[in-house]
């Protein structure tokens, strides 16, 4: 794993505790999970990308239809299947900018305060492979430049928020982009520039 994204993986794995027991819980309180959700329609398969430790899947679950997931933590996908044990969820480990799945093989693609950690072309790079995947790409991401997570993550070198330019770049436009009112967050939905992608497995 190159240091950038060993140095990111190893701080997140070790504020885990404090996310799952704390933000991941004003989201679930909130409704920010379930409205990313929502906005993908009637969906039968959906996968997550930066799943952590599958805190938006316990969400997604309630649907029952089967839940895939991926991240660069392993200590996180151990966490996730544990948690998934009596549920057909699949975790797989990889990385956002390289996603090792066929063309076509989701209704809908997920994420949700992840985005940040990828420098601006790494964004592009991801938007672009999740559009080989899914027509419909939902989002739960810090988008206001105007707020103390915003102003966070300029410290720590997070420059680049999310745009609706930068869909346009990776082949998507956006579709819907809300401001729930908290969180600093924008929760939205992008769908497919063309038609469908075709490419082989890897």
Not at 16 to 22: A, E, K, N, S
Not at 33 to 46: F, H, P, S
Not at 68 to 86: A, N, P, Q, T, V
Request: glycine share 8%; net charge positive; proline share 4%.
């Amino acid at each position: 794993m190159p240091a950038r994204p060993k140095i990111i993986t190893k701080v997140l794995e070790s504020i885990y505790p404090l996310h799952d027991d704390v933000v991941a819980i004003k989201f679930i309180e909130r409704g920010y999970y379930k409205r990313a959700l929502e906005l993908l329609g009637n969906w039968k398969r959906i996968l997550e990308v930066g799943c952590g430790t599958g805190r938006l899947l316990e969400v997604a679950r309630e649907n029952g239809k089967p839940l895939w997931g991926l991240d660069i933590s392993l200590k996180f996908l151990k966490i996730s299947k544990e948690r998934f044990k009596d549920y057909p969820a699949d975790f797989v480990y990889g990385t956002a900018t390289n996603l090792p799945f066929r063309s076509n093989s989701f209704d809908g693609v997920l994420t949700f305060t992840m985005i940040h950690h990828l420098t601006k072309e790494e964004k592009i790079q991801m938007i672009e492979e999740i559009a080989k995947l899914s027509d419909k790409y939902a989002f739960g991401e810090v988008g206001k430049r105007i707020c103390w997570s915003a102003i966070l993550l300029k410290i720590i070198g997070s420059k680049d928020l999310i745009s609706k330019e930068l869909f346009k770049k990776a082949g998507m436009k956006i579709e819907r982009w809300e401001d729930p009112k908290g969180f600093c967050l924008i929760i939205g939905l992008a769908r497919r520039l063309s038609g469908p992608v075709r490419r082989d497995a890897r």
